[in-house]
């Protein structure tokens, strides 16, 4: 299978990594030569990651990375995809025009499927003439360990399509739950619940991060607290979701003041060194303000 996934970053990347490691052919592109590199490059460096940790094999690894190729050519990309992948920025407006551009070069029994994690995905698929063949491909962070793909079913969506990808998303050894379209899908809606209950804690004094953290990781067995994963996924991406949460499902989704405050400041999480906690090299060191204690955090939580 060919498959298409369009956006290097993060999430991109990890698309391609996954989808290249389960035997498909596949092209990653962006609108910079220096961006598709650098997705190229994060996913050779996983690869040899799992090589160290002997989750990959040398063998395996060289031919994933053959079977990648990337792009700033949005018609070389997709021109003989069965299935396309957009994983560019989480904005309506972007999404849209993504999938007009991507209908004009496709084959008419392509998939076109979006990895938006909040949208309305019956709203992206208005875009295209033919809004049967989308759906939605909510994959998880970090794409190349997390097992679960939510498959979001546009009201557009024909069965046809469901199948395929449900065909693909197990093809690629990854366990799909599947959902209707509804503001926040599942996972989104109850994992920003849980964050922003966290960050009110927070911000009410009943407790530090690295606090809450352990007590969701060691006490419900949670790989990684709601605070650290904040930061993980980007505050400003938080922000954004819980706005258009409220928007959608009312008050309970009101973002608290100290998410407004660290955005404001540029304080956006681990992609900028600082959030509720302080990142050096990808790894927690410390936290962002006076909630103390972080200096035992290692031996408390597992990161």
Excluded: C
């Excluded at 609108?31 to 490059?41: S, T």
């Excluded at 094999?57 to 994933?64: F, H, L, S």
């Excluded at 996924?233 to 258009?244: A, P």
């Amino acid at each position: 299978m060919h498959v298409a996934v369009l956006g290097a970053g993060t999430m991109g990347h990890g698309i391609a990594q996954v989808s290249a490691m389960a035997g498909h052919d596949v092209w990653i592109r962006d609108i910079e030569r220096e961006f598709v590199d650098d997705g190229l490059d994060a996913i050779a460096e996983n690869l040899q990651g799992g090589v160290e940790r002997d989750k990959v094999t040398q063998e395996e690894k060289a031919a994933t990375l053959d079977r990648l190729a990337g792009t700033t050519s949005l018609e070389a990309a997709v021109s003989d995809a069965d299935i396309v992948i957009e994983a560019v920025p989480e904005e309506m407006a972007i999404k849209q025009e993504t999938f007009e551009a991507v209908e004009e070069h496709v084959d008419d029994d392509a998939i076109v499927a979006s990895n938006t994690s909040s949208l309305s995905l019956t709203e992206i698929a208005s875009a295209l003439d033919r809004p049967e063949r989308a759906v939605g491909l909510h994959f998880f962070n970090p794409v190349h360990i997390m097992e679960l793909v939510e498959i979001v079913v546009a009201e557009q969506t024909s069965e046809a399509t469901l199948d395929a990808a449900r065909e693909f998303v197990e093809g690629i050894d990854r366990t799909p739950v599947e959902v209707t379209d509804s503001p926040g899908f599942a996972s989104s809606r109850l994992g920003v619940a849980l964050g922003v209950e966290a960050m009110r804690m927070v911000q009410e004094g009943v407790a530090s991060p690295e606090d809450i953290d352990a007590a969701m990781e060691l006490g419900y067995n949670h790989p990684e607290g709601p605070i650290a994963l904040g930061d993980v996924v980007g505050l400003d991406v938080r922000l954004d979701i819980l706005e258009h949460l409220r928007e959608e499902l009312g008050e309970r989704f009101r973002p608290p003041q100290i998410l407004k405050r660290k955005v404001r400041a540029g304080k956006l999480g681990k992609k900028t060194g600082e959030g509720f906690y302080v990142w050096e090299d990808g790894e927690i060191v410390g936290t962002s303000g006076d909630w103390g204690r972080s200096d035992d955090r290692s031996r408390r939580v597992r990161l």
